[in-house]
């Protein structure tokens, strides 16, 4: 079976790397990210990677792998932040509390598509005017769903994990893994 990498993400296909898997191809895919209103924020994540999925072509001896990633405050969700205002809102949101990260990912074949969700609960310690600032000019909140990203210089934001450190960055090996032998790819053997 030939991996297709279901994401423009290169954290994802890093990630898939530490799974000594490199995708055959990547396709980007386009869909529309506005969650519906009132949407629980674990179906909103788990409809975002199924709808990935689903909007790339598959054929025959193709499994296309898509993740989504989400950070949820209270009853907020987060996304990429438009920008740097933006940014700074959601680092003023985080500081010094606990939040969720949700990952799913979703692996298609012809077969039909399978998923599984992660939740990671993340604590920010209080943060200073300078961490903000410093944050902000570092430019690595781009992209980023809440406004950061824990395998930079956010990790020094960060004293307490519970769940998925890889599910955090955007793609939690251990399922991914599981879902990937079951579509038929197994570590190593993808070309
Ligand atoms: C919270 C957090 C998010 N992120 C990233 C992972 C994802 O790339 C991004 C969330 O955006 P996503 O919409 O999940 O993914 P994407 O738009 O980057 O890529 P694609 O839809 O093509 O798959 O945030 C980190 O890199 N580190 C972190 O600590």
């Known amino acids: 079976m030939r991996l297709i990498l279901g994401s423009a993400s290169p954290r994802r296909r890093e990630l898939l790397a530490q799974l000594g898997l490199e995708p055959a191809e990547v396709r980007a895919p386009d869909i529309d990210e506005t969650p519906q209103r009132g949407e629980p924020a674990r179906d909103y994540v788990a409809r975002m990677a199924r709808e990935k999925a689903a909007a790339l072509p598959c ?11 989400t950070v949820t405050c209270g009853r907020r969700i987060l996304g990429k932040p438009a ?4 940014a700074a809102e959601f680092l003023w949101l985080l500081s010094g509390r606990r939040h969720h990260v949700m990952t799913a990912v979703a692996v298609r074949t012809t077969a039909g598509l399978r998923e599984r969700l992660v939740d990671t609960v993340v604590r920010f310690r209080p943060l200073s005017n300078a961490d903000v600032n410093g944050y902000l000019a570092s430019g690595e909140w ?11 210089r956010a990790g020094a934001f960060i004293p307490w994990i519970q769940g ?5 960055v955007g793609l939690p090996l251990a399922e ?13 053997e993808s070309a």
């Open 59 to 69: 054929a025959a001896d193709e499994v296309v792998l898509s993740a989504d990633t």
């Open 83 to 86: 920008d740097e205002k933006e």
């Open 142 to 152: 781009q992209g980023k769903a809440g406004g950061y990203a824990i395998q930079g």
């Open 164 to 168: 998925s450190f890889t599910g955090v």
């Open 176 to 188: 991914t893994a599981t879902l990937l032998q079951a579509a038929g790819i197994t570590a190593g």
